[in-house]
């Protein structure tokens, strides 16, 4: 039997177990897919421990990404990004971040071209992976955050990019093709990081939050006749993309988003 893991904390409430065994079950493998909450301070220890026991792929969530990062060989976009959510073991432990695949499969999903201009407001794991994804892709990215400083770091390094807070989103979002919500605002309340005013019917909207899954952003986004893609794709590209690395096989894609739906 494989064993893939997720390492995190707090892990117990994580989505991924379903979303992966339903996979494997699709798929017809004897696999399991276990969760796992590490002590502070021991992640070289968890990789090199997850290596010799033989587990076959670990995701990585908050607050490990980081430091996970620092102990395995990153490739080349993980690198860029800073942050780990997947690690192989295949011939070593190598880390990816299969973030931005679960940004741009999501686009390219529901028929969105990824040209033009796009912003991203936050500027932490999600709006890293999300503005280096959007970038690669060929588009001009606008990070917009809270804190100016972190939006302007971010945009130092992702080619092509340019920076501001949030009071400027009506101008910075005129002439803009796609918005990517990667704050944590909307999570479990009722607010945007984005005003109603500034959205139109020429944009797609992804929501990276994805509890609720109708966020106050997308619900206006739909009212004024943007495209809108929930925060369970992204969700469901990042699994997909972290299944592809492990198995070197196309993942299920309609049971895995069945069973994400279920449980979230
Ligand atoms: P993070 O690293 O902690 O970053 C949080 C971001 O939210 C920062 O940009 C922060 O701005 C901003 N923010 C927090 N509270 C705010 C407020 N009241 N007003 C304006 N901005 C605020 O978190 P993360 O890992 O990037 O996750 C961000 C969201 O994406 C979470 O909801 C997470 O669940 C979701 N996510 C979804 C997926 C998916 O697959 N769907 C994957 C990863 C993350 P400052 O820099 O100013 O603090």
Excluded at 227 to 245: H, N, P, S, V, Y
Aim: aromatic content about 6%.
């Amino acid at each position: 039997m494989q064993v893939f893991g997720l390492i995190g904390n707090p892990v117990e409430h994580s989505v991924s177990p379903p979303m992966h065994e339903a996979a494997y079950g699709a798929c017809g493998m004897d696999a399991r897919y276990v969760t796992f909450e590490p002590k502070p301070g021991s992640i070289g220890r968890v990789v090199d421990g997850a290596s010799a026991l033989g587990i076959a792929g670990l995701n990585v969530t908050i607050p490990f990404k980081e430091d996970v990062a620092r102990v395995v060989e990153t490739d080349p976009l993980a690198e860029r990004i800073g942050a780990v959510n997947t690690v192989s073991f295949e011939g070593g432990p190598t880390g990816y971040n299969t973030d931005a695949a679960g940004v741009v499969r999501a686009f390219e999903h529901h028929g969105v071209e990824r040209s033009g201009q796009a912003v991203v407001v936050g500027a932490g794991g999600a709006g890293r992976a999300a503005a280096f994804a959007l970038a690669d892709e060929g588009m001009d990215v606008h990070v917009a955050n809270r804190t100016v400083e972190r939006a302007e770091s971010l945009a130092a390094v992702v080619p092509n990019a340019s920076s501001g807070g949030l009071d400027d989103l009506r101008s910075v979002l005129a002439d803009a093709d796609i918005l990517v919500n990667a704050t944590s605002v909307g999570m479990e309340s009722d607010e945007t990081p984005v005003p109603k005013a500034a959205l139109h019917d020429g944009l797609a909207v992804l929501d990276a939050v994805y509890a609720p899954l109708d966020t106050r952003l997308l619900t206006e986004a739909g009212e004024v006749g943007a495209k809108t893609i929930d925060g369970a794709w992204m969700l469901l590209f990042q699994g997909i993309e972290a299944f592809e690395i492990w198995t070197g096989r196309n993942a299920p894609l309609e049971a895995m988003n069945a069973a994400l739906r279920d449980a979230l």
